[in-house]
């Protein structure tokens, strides 16, 4: 396991082939949210998932040159800033607090019920990113080293 | 827009730290004091705009069975205005004791997530509401226990992260049988709901809530992780979580939960009682023995909470007054008090209190206000824990319970008889001290100079001018018991 | 009547892993245990008779329907316990570096 990082090649390729599968499946969850079971938070374990597997099947130097960790940090507080602005446009609209400001919109349709499905988006992609990154850090330690006290 | 905004700004902060942060942490302990700033002032706002009348928002627009409503009336005020000035003042006092530890922006981020968490308890009006604020808080609080790094901290954090957690489970039960049997989750229309209920009911839900919030205030059964958790945490830190975390948690959630939605009933009056005279006895008898600074100081916070908790189970308005009195002076005095043994710590290097020396001439500041901050936990006057503790005893005897009287005058007793130890030994014993390895900062010393300053102010809220004005809507909405809902309801 | 009694005994059963394990992961997964049975008793309770999920469909009449807002509750809150679970795993990791063991009689260095 540590000469060569990451696991054996048929976990290789299977992985390169299904982590995009992996991607549109958390996707549809996440936008089809106000029509089907799911939305924010189960579209994003999905997602978390999906980055997970890469660092799983590729090793960990290998998934820090693809991915850039900082840029992803970034991205998950943009996140939550974008929730907060949303919220805080309804109260720009004449209304309240995380108001449905936007049009409804028909029934079943994708565009309906109005200010949700942004709400899914944005809660999709922090809890995605906040998972991959709490796993991320807890494999940075590794066990062999000592410690200082 | 004022009432979201006490969770929107602290939050809106915390995320801003993470996404422009820099290595050395100027920028986060900027926007940090902005931010508690800022809700300090709309805290004050909050006071003098309101008056006395309670004040309801209802996110989104939704109605009120529906929807989640902010409700602040004058206790909700009073406490908002308590939590964000001792925010401010760890604010202060964290920007110098961090250039110690490492500063990071980290840190500031997650004090920010902890005064979103306690805000969002204080004004919120629903009880999952409160039960995701609540861990919001609590999820801050553990990781900030265990800042430092060393080895000792992260013991202190997995006790109190495991016991948060079962007592969050046991929370989580009482309000999905709330919610079966009253089909509703707003505090108001359980506090409708409640005289319906069957008598097995009521006890079995009040005894869930009531375990399970007393183990977040620190409640003598429950109270096993505060002396490890609150003597581990970084000095600020330990102020936060024994200033005002464990009495809005705790105190706020337990006397909303049993006086304006449940409506008092006697019987876990009566169990207030109780718990708070073993709090106050067993505390104080621990905290004599230690020798370890934060250690003795965690010891008589939770001999303090029993104080408010016989407040609380007299059932009086003078009892209560003196509660939410001493609440208030609870969070100041102690405070300063931890702020006292982390700049002893810093400038020394030692907590133990046989190690350190007179500290008058080196760090003038720290000595005097600890002597400030002792002589008001002990109860003397002119300071503002003699007033509080003296209407607590005053209520004890006019209820016809002169025994917690009687257990409430011990423990002041035995408190001063533990604090005239740390000034002998600790902080004015016969040697000077050697020079401090550390300078103690500006900050530092600002933040400790208000709060002792405060310590002395705050005895005022006894002169009946100011009494009226502040503390008896306070005493008045939570009296008003079951009135609270019709107040709420009526918007 | 008895859906319940069962989620009361996961309850114990959670709450015995707590109180008597003493390796930290069991401590844990314990904790995860008790979690997992206050969510199942939530989502019990939302539960009526003769209903069926709550989702409305195009073409499907409207029936009666079991209680949607458990189950919003039970998704919030497991998604709190993941991150009490993530803290405490994390607290693990970093225990063990410092103290090289994962038993807790060992690791109790505060005392009195």
């Given at each position: 396991m540590n000469e060569k990082p990451g696991m054996s090649i048929i976990v290789k390729t299977t992985c390169r082939i299904i982590l995009w599968v992996v991607f549109l499946y958390g996707f549809y969850i996440i936008l089809f949210g106000h029509l089907s079971p799911g939305g924010g938070f189960g579209g994003g374990v999905v997602l978390a998932l999906g980055f997970l597997s890469i660092v799983l099947a590729y090793g960990r130097s290998y998934a820090l040159d693809w991915l850039s960790i900082p840029r992803l940090e970034k991205a998950e507080a943009g996140a939550v800033l974008l929730f907060l602005v949303i919220a805080l446009l309804g109260v720009v609209a004449g209304g309240a607090f995380l108001q449905n400001f936007m049009s409804k919109g028909s029934l079943f349709h994708l565009y309906s019920s109005g200010v949700i499905p942004f709400l899914n988006i944005v809660i999709g992609l922090k809890v995605g990113l906040s998972l991959f990154l709490v796993a991320w850090a807890l494999t940075e330690y590794d066990s062999e080293d000592g410690d200082e006290e | 827009m004022i009432l979201p905004s006490f969770m929107v700004i602290p939050l809106a902060a915390a995320f801003l730290i993470t996404l422009l942060a820099r290595r050395d942490g100027i920028g986060a302990a900027l926007i940090s004091l902005v931010a508690t700033a800022a809700t300090l002032g709309l805290s004050v706002y909050a006071l003098v705009g309101f008056g006395g009348s309670t004040v309801v928002y209802s996110m989104g627009g939704w109605k009120i069975p529906i929807g989640i409503p902010l409700v602040a009336d004058s206790f909700t005020v009073f406490m908002l205005m308590m939590v964000n000035l001792i925010a401010l003042a760890s604010l202060a006092y964290s920007w110098g004791y961090l250039r110690w530890l490492g500063s990071d922006w980290k840190y500031y981020a997650l004090f920010m997530t902890l005064l979103t968490g306690m805000n969002g308890v204080l004004i919120t009006g629903d009880l999952f509401n409160l039960f995701v604020f609540m861990e919001i808080a609590l999820l801050a609080g553990f990781a900030l226990v265990a800042y430092g790094g060393q080895a000792h901290e992260f013991e202190a954090s997995f006790k109190y992260a495991v016991m948060g957690g079962l007592s969050s489970s046991l929370i989580l039960i009482a309000i999905a049988v709330v919610y079966s049997s009253?089909?509703?989750?707003?505090l108001a229309k359980i506090a409708e709901a409640y005289p319906a209920l069957g008598p097995g009911l009521k006890i079995w839900v009040g005894v869930l809530l009531l375990a399970g919030f007393s183990l977040k205030a620190a409640v003598m059964p429950f109270h096993a992780w505060l002396p490890d958790a609150h003597s581990s945490a970084p000095a600020p830190i330990s102020a936060m979580l024994s200033g005002v975390l464990i009495k809005t948690l705790g105190v706020y959630v337990l006397i909303r939960l049993f006086y304006n939605v449940f409506g008092a009933p006697t019987i876990f009056l009566q169990v207030f009682l109780v718990l708070g005279a073993l709090s106050i006895l067993l505390g104080v008898f621990l905290a004599v023995g230690q020798w370890d600074l934060k250690r003795l100081l965690a010891y008589h916070s939770i001999s303090q909470i029993g104080y408010i908790l016989i407040g609380m189970g007299l059932g009086t308005t003078l009892g209560m007054a003196g509660a939410i009195f001493h609440a208030f002076n609870h969070a100041l005095f102690k405070s300063l008090l931890f702020f006292n043994a982390g700049a002893v710590e810093m400038g020394l290097g030692t907590r133990d209190l046989r190690k350190m020396g007179n500290i008058t001439r080196l760090m003038p500041m720290t000595a005097h206000s600890s002597m400030v901050a002792s002589l008001s936990i002990s109860g003397i006057p002119p300071f503002n824990g003699f007033f509080s503790k003296l209407i607590i005893i005053i209520a004890a005897i006019q209820a016809r319970q002169p025994v917690f009287g009687f257990l409430a005058v011990i423990g002041s007793l035995l408190t001063l008889a533990s604090f005239m130890k740390v000034q002998r030994y600790g902080f004015r014993s016969e040697k000077p001290a050697e020079a401090a390895e550390r300078k103690i900062g500006w900050s530092m010393n600002l933040a400790m100079a208000v709060l002792a300053v405060l310590c002395v102010l705050m005895s005022l809220l006894v002169v009946p001018g100011i009494k009226e004005g502040i503390l008896d809507p306070v005493v008045s909405a939570v009296m008003n018991k079951t009135g609270y809902a019709e107040l709420v309801l009526g918007r | 009547m008895t859906l319940y009694l069962l989620c009361y005994a996961l309850f114990l059963v959670g709450l015995y892993g707590l109180i008597t394990k003493r390796d930290i992961v069991k401590i844990i997964l314990a904790s995860g245990i008790m979690g997992y049975a206050v969510n199942l008793m939530i989502v019990l309770f939302g539960y009526k008779r003769q209903a069926i999920y709550p989702i409305l469909e195009k073409g499907k009449p409207v029936a009666s329907m079991v209680d949607p807002l458990p189950q919003a509750l039970v998704l919030t809150s497991i998604v709190i316990e993941l991150g009490t679970t993530a803290l405490l795993v994390a607290l693990a990791v970093r225990l063990f570096r410092k103290y090289r063991t994962y038993d807790i009689t060992k690791i109790r260095r505060l005392r009195g």
């Open positions: - | 009253t089909s509703t989750l707003t | -």
